[in-house]
């Protein structure tokens, strides 16, 4: 029924694509184990294992069992100096995500799937960006309108409290951080 048809059409999406995403890989994997599919379990895991910088679980291993990725602190350490800049950070989670050669740590899959959390978080607040950007008029007041008071401009940046509500466009203060201690 509906697992059949699931795994048409993933399997048909991972064709078409060429196997680039570990989503498809990870649910086929899902549904495999649920279905007691264990050949065609194993033989999706050793295609995630050889394309992705994780490594699935043999049949009878835990999916959820292994380390998270605070237990990778070098890996946690460069999306967190990449962080700042979405952009940036995708490029750098990307760069974690694949396989790059038999010398980088590869992930657990607990971990890998915060990283791909961490990926579409990224995604989603540069896209964010891009939106509050395209609906920023920097030409306001044109025409035969009054200037705006002098008390109005500023040559200082907006501080980075200030966000973008991704479905408007308005730009919107965030609510203060304090930052003492107690």
């Known amino acids: 029924g509906h697992d059949d048809a ?12 060429g196997g680039s995403s ?5 649910k086929l994997l899902e549904i495999h184990r649920r279905r007691d599919q264990r050949e065609a379990y194993e033989r999706t ?12 679980p043999e049949w009878q291993g835990d ?12 890996a946690l350490g460069r999306i967190q100096r990449a962080w700042p800049a979405p952009l940036d950070a995708m ?4 760069a974690l995500l694949f396989r790059r050669g038999s010398e980088a740590e590869l992930f657990d899959l607990p ?3 915060e990283v ?4 579409q978080v990224a995604r989603a607040l540069h896209q964010a960006e891009g939106a509050c950007a395209a ?7 044109i025409g035969g309108r009054a200037p705006l008071p002098a008390s109005w401009a500023t040559t200082q940046p907006l501080p980075r409290a200030v966000r973008c509500v991704p479905e408007t466009g308005i730009r919107r203060r965030s609510p203060a951080v304090s930052t003492s201690r107690r």
């Open 6 to 17: 699931a795994i048409d059409l993933l399997m048909a999406h991972m064709r078409s694509t």
């Open 22 to 26: 570990p989503l498809p890989f990870l």
């Open 45 to 56: 895991r050793i295609r995630f294992n050889q394309r992705f910088n994780s490594v699935a």
């Open 63 to 74: 999916p959820k069992a292994g380390r998270a990725l605070d237990d990778y602190p070098m």
């Open 91 to 94: 490029a750098e989670i990307e």
């Open 111 to 113: 971990a890998y799937q």
């Open 116 to 119: 791909l959390l961490l990926f």
């Open 135 to 141: 609906d920023v008029d920097v030409l306001l007041p």
